[in-house]
């Protein structure tokens, strides 16, 4: 550690620049891809496998009903029972790549895991992974080779610091619940308590993970979800110290861009503490914007649904390609960046709207 040129301190990781080919791209694309495309269905498709074990009355948890309607009790029918049609038998890392180079976006990439825990890549960290259960495929690697060749940066996005308060794990009535589908081997994780906070084991869980992806894809942006906040904070550090001190080995520029929520935000009061420290990375702000021009660049993530679907959603419409390229200039003129967002079908094919959306911004970027 001691070589590092970043130190797993605030101090030292804080001197890291923002990368010239980040501040130059300004449009990026990623996918919400995994088992929750398989219901396809609500508001935020991505988050079904959270909801539909959440007992609770139409109106505040309609996406628990629908799965008592369509598919049965998740005692019975839990979010296992989805992966076997998660095929990708369509997905071609080549075709993907060709469609979001021809929009003119500079980085895409995956969301490599998302809340639920599902990893895209050969995990030896996190067997539950796309290799062991579903696809028998590695969907990270597949791409990560086909968008470098077509010129894009590579991105990788993490969203499983929450996977910890994902599954109902203590509920013995839920699938997920029961000790026989729980821990290593299983695709539940191991039980705890409602309220318990993440122990020593999920902690290295989530890091390796992120060094795992570090070291066998040399990613040039890594985008964190919320949730982060919930980890300690040496954690926290020693994974930005790790990354960026990569860049001498790699000789390139890397960057990390997360969602700064204050803790106290999140719990209730009025502490300032954050994800990771002001400067550290570039700050992103789910479908937002800001209002004035910025000294220090910032970026976007939003969804080229018309809802917020983020995964495949089949009743879902597309934003016009108009409302895109505004999107995308606004942010522009302000110092920011678009991190677009398409949502395959599960057996990873691109829907044909998606598809016209991204070629009508391909074409006014020329």
């Known amino acids: 550690m001691s070589e590092r040129k970043y130190q797993p301190t605030w101090d030292s ?3 890291h620049p923002t990368p010239k080919w980040f501040r130059d791209a300004k449009f990026g694309i990623y996918t919400h891809w995994g088992p929750y495309s398989v219901p396809a269905w609500g508001e935020n498709t991505t988050w079904y496998s959270y909801a539909m074990y959440r007992e609770a009355d139409e109106n505040n948890n309609p996406a628990y009903h ?5 598919y049965g009790h998740p005692s019975e029918h839990g979010y296992t029972e989805f992966l076997p049609e998660f095929t990708g038998e369509k997905f071609d890392a080549d075709e993907w790549a060709e469609i979001f180079a021809g929009s003119g976006a500079k980085f895409a990439g995956p969301c490599a895991i998302h809340h639920d825990g ?6 030896k960290v996190n067997h539950r992974n796309s290799m062991n259960f579903g696809p028998g495929r590695n969907f990270v690697a597949e791409q990560e080779k086909a968008f470098r060749a077509k010129g894009l940066k590579f991105a990788t996005t993490f969203h499983h610091a929450f996977n910890w308060f994902w599954f109902p794990v203590w509920n013995k009535e839920m699938d997920c619940g029961k000790p026989e589908n729980q821990g290593p081997g299983k695709f539940y994780p191991k039980f705890h308590e409602e309220h318990a906070m993440p122990d020593k084991e999920y902690h290295e869980w989530w890091l390796g993970q992120t060094k795992e992806i570090i070291d066998q894809y040399a990613p040039d942006l890594i985008w964190f979800d919320f949730g982060v ?6 954690y926290r550090k020693e994974f930005m110290s790790y990354y960026y001190s990569k860049e001498a080995e790699w000789n390139k520029e890397v960057i990390v861009t997360f969602k700064e929520i204050a803790v106290g935000q999140m719990l209730g009061n009025k502490s300032t503490q954050f994800t990771f420290a002001p400067g550290t990375g570039i700050m992103d702000y789910e479908k937002g914007k800001l209002n004035n021009l910025t000294d220090n660049m910032w970026i976007t993530d939003t969804t080229i649904d018309s809802r917020s679907g983020w995964g495949y ?16 200039v606004d942010r522009v003129s302000k110092n920011g960046s678009l991190l677009l967002n398409v949502g395959p079908r599960p057996d990873g094919s691109i ?7 991204l070629n009508e911004m391909g074409k006014w970027l020329e």
């Open 351 to 357: 829907p044909e709207e998606a598809q016209y959306c």
């Open 229 to 234: 906040f919930s980890l300690m904070e040496k």
């Open 118 to 123: 599902y990893a895209l890549w050969d995990s």
């Open 66 to 70: 629908h799965h008592l309607r369509e």
């Open 313 to 328: 959603v089949r009743e879902s419409g597309y934003k016009s390609p108009e409302r895109l390229i505004h999107n995308l």
């Open 13 to 15: 990781i804080v001197t």
